[in-house]
Nanobody
Framework: VQLQASGGGLVQTGGSLRLSCAAS????????LGWFRQAPGKEREFVAY????????YYADSVKGRLTISRDNTKNTVYLQMNSLRPEDTAVYYC??????????????????????WGQGTQVTVSS
């Protein structure tokens, strides 16, 4: 299984980026997918989640209204559209595939332990 994240970079405050995460080696449509981020000296934190069919999404309060998660099951890819970026969004962003359970709650999707496959991360830096 491989999750390959890309699209990170350096952007000014208020700018936009679109992260992509291409998956291989798994039956993509059977996994819920999440984005997490980790800033230097901080713990990994939940950003967003999307269910297998894309009909359920959850967001961290800090990103709601600015970041949008989506997926294309025909391309085995999950996306994170990031708008109105702030310096506090600076972090390494990771995509992850969950355990494939049928139980979906926001609290469960926010736990890193709910995910079994992780990508390598892509750096997002927002300058002030």
């Amino acid at each position: 299984v491989q999750l390959q994240a890309s699209g990170g970079g350096l952007v000014q405050t208020g700018g936009s980026l679109r992260l992509s995460c291409a998956a291989s080696g798994l039956t993509f449509g059977t996994y819920g997918l999440g984005w997490f981020r980790q800033a230097p000296g901080k713990e990994r934190e939940f950003v967003a989640y999307i269910s297998r069919s894309g009909d359920i999404t959850y967001y961290a309060d800090s990103v709601k209204g600015r970041l949008t998660i989506s997926r294309d099951n025909t391309k085995n890819t999950v996306y994170l559209q990031m708008n109105s970026l702030r310096p506090e969004d600076t972090a390494v962003y990771y995509c992850a595939a969950d355990r494939g359970t049928n139980v979906i709650t926001k609290s469960l999707t926010m736990r890193p332990s709910n995910y079994v496959h992780w990508g390598q991360g892509t750096q997002v830096t927002v300058s002030s």
